[in-house]
């Protein structure tokens, strides 16, 4: 096979410390959306194709290590180090509602029908909360042998599951019982986990291995061990033929799904890799780094090994690499702030 030269990534700039968190909503009437979470304590929306910068959530006073957008991206979810997760308004920035927990919370998810919240962290109880009824107390299941680091939900909203920061495996919980229905064992602490848009696989990234497990059958069905540690780990959702991963050695990389053998490796960041998502139609994938950066890289043809970016990690991006900036973007008449630019990014801050 050819090694070929394939469109440089978009970066995005605007956050001002590393990026811990990334999430595609589905395709919606009006395109796809991308949102990420920062130790900067703002997460920011974006559009899912073109990196464009739509607007900034304003209100943790930590960082914040998740965040999710309903299935019609008009609500947006964090969770954060502030002893909060907050509900949004994707339209308007607006805080919807902040549901107080006392400690750190790393984790949150929407259900499947939008009506659910759920939240894990550092208390390692799992909360949801209902959100037809915000105030009301949360329901919460508190058998978690340590700090919750991924939540997630499955089967119609009937399973959760949740990896602990302290301890290896992942967690499968019967919502209706509260109680654990299976342990899918790794060896270290699962960093990463998906569930595939199809629902078949849930993709978990643990040291430095990349597994794949049946989402119905809970049995391993692919287990893929990588030349370093991965913190990071996505499936390509339409074909279900390749998956990325990155970690710690700063590259992100594309490997064929049934083989595990190296296909692609893209260069740029200047700093650990933390979170790796593919777009919902498989056509791009999105990365986030200790760097501060997003970097949105185009998919290739299958057959065709990816080689994106510079010789070495550390390279400027105006060697061997186009950096593509987000063109400045008018704040809504109806937000009472001002912008101001940062990295080539309008950012909004308080006036």
């Not at 949102?35 to 559009?47: F, G, Q």
Request: charged letters at 25%; aromatic letters at 8%; proline letters at 4%.
């Amino acid at each position: 096979m050819d090694k070929k030269k394939v469109v440089a990534p978009l970066v995005c700039h605007g956050h001002s410390r590393p990026v811990v968190d990334l999430f595609y909503s589905p395709i919606t009437p009006d395109g796809f959306f991308l949102i990420s979470a920062s130790k900067d304590s703002t997460p920011m929306l974006r559009n899912g194709e073109t990196g464009d910068w739509i607007g900034t959530f304003e209100g943790h006073k930590g960082a914040v290590w998740s965040c999710c957008l309903d299935k019609n991206a008009l609500r947006a979810a964090s969770a954060s180090a502030d002893f909060s997760a907050k509900l949004w308004d994707a339209l308007t920035g607006d805080v919807l509602h902040s549901f107080d927990h006392k400690h750190i919370v790393r984790a949150c998810a929407f259900s499947e029908d939008t009506n659910l919240l759920l939240t894990g962290g550092f208390e390692k109880i799992l909360r949801i909360f209902d959100l037809n009824r915000p105030d009301a107390p949360p329901r919460e299941i508190d058998s978690s042998p340590g700090s919750i680091r991924t939540v997630a939900w499955l089967h119609s909203d009937q399973t959760i599951l949740s990896s602990s920061g302290d301890a290896g495996g992942l967690r499968l919980w019967d919502v209706r019982s509260g109680k654990v229905v299976q342990i899918l064992e790794t060896k270290f602490p699962v960093t990463s986990a998906e569930v595939s848009q199809d629902g078949r696989y849930i993709t978990t990234a643990d040291g430095s291995s990349v597994k794949f497990w049946d989402a119905n059958h809970f049995g391993l069905v692919k287990s893929h061990d990588l030349p370093c540690k991965v913190e990071s780990a996505s499936l390509e959702p339409k074909f279900g033929n390749r998956f990325i991963a990155g970690g710690e050695d700063m590259w992100v990389h594309v490997f064929d799904f049934h083989t595990g053998e190296e296909i692609g490796c893209n260069k740029g960041h200047h700093g650990p890799v933390h979170c790796l998502r593919f777009s919902p139609g498989g056509e791009s994938y999105a990365s986030g780094s200790e760097d501060g950066t997003i970097r949105i890289w185009q998919l290739g043809p299958l057959g065709q090994i990816e080689d994106n970016g510079s010789t070495t990690a550390n390279a400027s991006d105006g060697m061997g690499e186009v950096t593509q900036k987000i063109d400045e973007l008018a704040v809504s008449e109806t937000k009472k702030t001002e912008g101001t630019h940062v990295d080539g990014v309008e950012k909004v801050v308080d006036a």
